[in-house]
C-alpha cells in the first residue's frame, strides 16, 4: 500500500504560512483573480518568496494598485500587470503573446488559478 500523504497545513494556514523557507527566486507566476480576495493573498505570498509575479486581472487599475501595494511591502519589484478576462479567449490568447513568455505559458511559468 503507498504511504499516507501528510501534510504539516491545515485550516488554519495561510499562504504566507507555506511560504516560509521557500526561495522562488528565478521562477515567474502568473496569478488569475489577482486583484481581490484570494489572489491577492497568493501575488503576495509568491513575491514574498522572490517569485517575479504577474497580476492577470480584468480590472487593470485595481491591478495596478495591488502591484504597487506588494511592491511595497515585500520590496519585490518584480510585479507586472496583465489584462486578462478568462471568459473571452481572445483576452486569453491576447495576454498569452504579451505575457506568456517564449512557450505557451513560458518556460518556467506556474500559472495559479484565483
Ligand atoms: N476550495 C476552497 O476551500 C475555497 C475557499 C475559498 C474560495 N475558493 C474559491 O476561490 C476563488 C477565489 O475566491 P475569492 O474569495 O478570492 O473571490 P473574489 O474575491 O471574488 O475574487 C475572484 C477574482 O476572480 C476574478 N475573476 C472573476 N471572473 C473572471 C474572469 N472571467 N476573468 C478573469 N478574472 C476573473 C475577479 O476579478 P474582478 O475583480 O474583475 O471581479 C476577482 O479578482 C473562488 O472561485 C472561490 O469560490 C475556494
Known amino acids: 500500500m503507498p504511504a499516507r500523504v501528510t501534510t504539516p497545513f491545515g485550516s488554519a494556514t495561510t499562504a504566507m504560512d507555506v511560504m516560509r523557507g521557500v526561495d522562488l527566486g528565478g521562477t515567474r507566476a502568473i496569478v488569475t483573480g489577482s486583484a481581490s480576495g484570494i489572489?491577492?493573498?497568493t501575488a503576495r505570498a509568491l513575491a514574498t518568496a522572490g517569485a517575479d509575479v504577474t497580476l492577470?486581472?480584468?480590472?487593470s487599475?485595481?491591478?495596478e494598485a495591488v502591484a504597487d501595494d506588494i511592491k511595497q511591502t515585500t520590496h519585490n519589484q518584480h510585479l507586472a500587470v496583465g489584462q486578462l478576462d478568462l471568459s473571452d479567449l481572445r483576452s486569453?490568447?491576447?495576454f498569452?503573446?504579451?505575457h506568456g513568455g517564449s512557450s505557451p505559458m513560458g518556460s518556467q511559468a506556474t500559472c495559479l488559478m484565483g
Open 39 to 41: 489572489g491577492v493573498a
Open 56 to 59: 492577470a486581472v480584468r480590472n
Open 61 to 63: 487599475a485595481a491591478g
Open 92 to 94: 486569453v490568447r491576447a
Open 96 to 98: 498569452l503573446t504579451l
